[in-house]
């Protein structure tokens, strides 16, 4: 097992929000910017398992950004 990222890619999600997914050689961790950086998975590439629970009735929404003048 390497220590490094091996992969890198940027896509939509499911949701269609933008998506960042990152892998080495035993993981791979997904991040949605447009949700305010929500982590939307992170997967043991051997077993295939995805250690985070997402309740699949309520998906991720955009972050909504305040802006104060």
């Given amino acids: 097992m390497t220590d490094h990222m091996s992969h890198c890619e940027q896509d939509l999600s499911v949701d ?22 929500k982590i939307s998975e992170l997967t043991d590439l051997a077993s295939g398992r995805n250690w985070l629970w997402s309740n699949p009735h309520i998906p991720f929404d955009r972050a909504q950004m305040e802006l104060h003048s």
Avoid: C, H, T, V
């Fill in 16 to 37: 269609g929000l933008g998506k960042i997914s990152m892998q080495n050689d035993a993981l791979r961790l997904s991040i949605l910017p447009d949700a305010g950086g």
